[in-house]
């Protein structure tokens, strides 16, 4: 297999990467790992999606509860023959196998094992460092230890391979037993790898003119991480489009822009894309959409917090509001009609007229969206909800018990279907149901929403009666 930067791959594994990271950095470790987990699955040529999405289950792995590490502990032990008989004929195919499973919980002994077996046999051991890794942090013995390090001389980590073997030997008891032989090449190799990088950390950057190129590569190969480095992507790409114009370099800018919080300057450039290419891009005048409202809301946030700085600010927000009401409308609805077999954009606007209660003209949407299998699971969660507030609570329990039942692992989507269908049985009067509903839920996440108090408050119930 040979390795991709994320600049040779498809140009949405970046934008993907921009948006895993934007949830990582509110804490949503959670979304960022379901995000990254498809693009890495057909993308396993990049080494920087194995970087990023272990990082996120590893800060996934804090909040989850020990029944969630038991039962990817139980379900490995099926799964794990499964991916053996796989990784004979078809190791990539096995790779997406584990990853499917890390995705529901990274403390995975048997799956981090199966994962690094199936990089090497795929030649991809930068997914093997990445598996090997893990398993030393959660679960250090020496005998791991050293593997990792031969997965790292594999992959050109000379000196990362070094510090490996300089711990195994901090840990060791016996330091006659110090596997000399590794440990040699390690050094030999990390010799090199000084001698011809300044940086030790990434070969990329370390061939930058300086500091502040390094970042710059490592933001072009990766992700745009805060504001700072942001505004030094902006500022390079300002620099260049005085050279020469070009609309994907736009692009890239005005992301950056965004996550600098530089609403207006974003949605300049978005909407000079957008002139460019001459016909409405859905995905682009999304963006167009987020820039304005963001800028919108920015004004917002500033009326509220200083009113006694302007005059009538009431006024102005509830002008703001409507305008970002009315925007939203506009645009949703237009490309909703300009691309009418455009699954997502269908649901987008089943999404908003469900927000802006119009709850009948959603149910009638999402009935419709739920004959495309991409987008059956949430239009049907979204028809369980539309007929719980027309208080149809027998409908609401047969939708969104078909939603969980499509559901293969539990995610935030699986949480939040079983959440209303566990609001759907109470309301039902099916108090056992919704109660081994709840307790599903918090196996996975212990303080998912009000589910503690309403499966307290059920069982107290139950205990009275």
Same mark, same amino acid.
């Given at each position: 297999m040979n ?16 948006r895993?990271a934007?949830m990582?950095?509110v804490?949503d470790?959670e ?20 970087e990023?999405?272990?990082?996120y289950?590893?800060? &996934? ?5 020990a029944g969630a590490?038991?039962?990817g502990n139980?379900?490995a032990?099926?799964?794990?023959m499964?991916?053996?008989i796989v990784?004979? @004929?078809d ?7 584990c990853?499917?499973s890390l995705?529901?919980c990274?403390?995975?002994?048997t ?5 690094a &077996?199936?990089c090497?046999a795929?030649?991809a051991?930068?997914g093997e460092v ?5 398993l030393?942090?959660?679960?250090p013995?020496?005998?791991?230890m050293k &593997? ?5 001389q ?5 000196i *990362?391979?070094?510090k490996v073997?300089?711990?195994i030997i901090s840990?060791?008891a016996?330091k ?10 390690a050094?030999?190799m ?5 001698g011809n ?5 990434s ?5 930058a003119?300086?500091?502040e190129?390094a970042?710059i590569q ?5 992700t745009i ?8 992507l902006? *500022?390079?790409? @300002?620099a260049?489009?005085?050279k020469? *114009?070009?609309v994907? /370099?736009?692009?890239?800018m005005?992301?950056?822009y /965004?996550?600098?919080?530089k ?6 450039e978005?909407?000079a894309?957008s ?7 859905p995905?682009l *005048?999304k963006h ?6 963001a800028?919108?809301?920015?004004t917002v946030?500033?009326?509220k917090?200083?009113?006694?700085n302007y005059?009538?600010p ?15 409308w506009e645009?949703t ?5 300009r691309f ?11 999404e908003?007229q469900?927000?802006?209660g ?16 991409q987008k059956r699971?949430? @239009?049907l969660?979204?028809m369980?909800r ?13 939708y ?5 039942n499509e559901?293969?692992r539990m995610?935030k989507? &699986?949480r ?8 759907a049985?109470e309301?039902?009067?099916d108090?056992e149901?919704?109660?081994e509903?709840y307790r599903?839920?918090?196996? @996975?996440m212990?303080n998912y929403?009000?589910v503690p108090?309403r499966?307290?408050?059920?069982e107290a119930?139950?205990?009275q009666s």
């Open positions: 390795r991709k930067s994320v600049s040779q791959a498809p140009i949405y594994v970046r934008d993907t990467l921009n895993a934007r990582a950095a804490q470790f979304s960022a790992v379901e995000t990254l987990c498809p693009v890495i699955c057909k993308n396993p040529e990049v080494p920087l999606l194995y990023r999405l272990r990082e289950e590893l800060g &996934k792995l804090k909040n989850q509860g590490k038991f039962w139980f379900c032990l099926f799964k794990a499964r991916i053996a990784m004979g @004929s190791p990539v195919k096995a790779m997406e196998l990853e499917v995705a529901f990274v403390d995975n002994p799956i981090l094992n199966a994962l &077996k199936a090497n795929a030649g051991p930068w990445s598996a090997l890794d893990i030393c942090k959660l679960h013995n020496p005998i791991r &593997k990792l390090a031969e997965a790292m594999r992959n050109g980590q000379g *990362d391979a070094l073997h300089q711990d840990r060791s016996d006659k037993n110090v596997d000399k032989a590794g440990l040699q090449a050094m030999v990390a010799s090199i790898e000084r990088f300044n940086d030790q950390k070969k990329k950057a370390a061939n003119a300086d500091a190129d970042i490592q933001l072009l190969d990766g991480h805060d504001a700072d480095q942001a505004q030094l902006i *500022d390079r790409f @300002s260049e489009l005085r020469k *114009d070009s994907d /370099m736009r692009r890239k005005a992301d950056a /965004m996550i600098a919080g609403y207006e300057d974003a949605l300049r978005y909407r894309v002139d460019s290419l001459g016909v409405l891009d995905v *005048d167009i959409e987020k820039a304005y409202i800028n919108l809301r920015a946030e500033t009326l917090n200083n009113p006694e005059d009538n009431e006024e102005q927000i509830a002008k703001l509001e409507k305008d970002i009401y009315d925007y939203r645009h609805q237009l490309r909703a009609e009418p077999n455009d699954m997502q954009l269908q649901f987008d606007l089943g908003l469900f927000e802006c119009m709850i009948d003209e959603a149910l009638a949407r999402f009935t419709e969206i739920s004959e495309n299998l699971r949430g @239009s969660v979204y369980g539309c007929s719980l507030l027309r208080n149809e609570n027998e409908n609401a329990v047969t969104l018990r078909d939603a969980v559901m293969p995610d989507y &699986k939040e279907a079983m959440y209303y269908l566990g609001n049985l309301l039902t009067g108090v149901g919704a109660k509903n599903q839920i918090l196996v @996975s212990a929403r009000d108090q499966l307290s408050a059920l119930s139950a205990a």
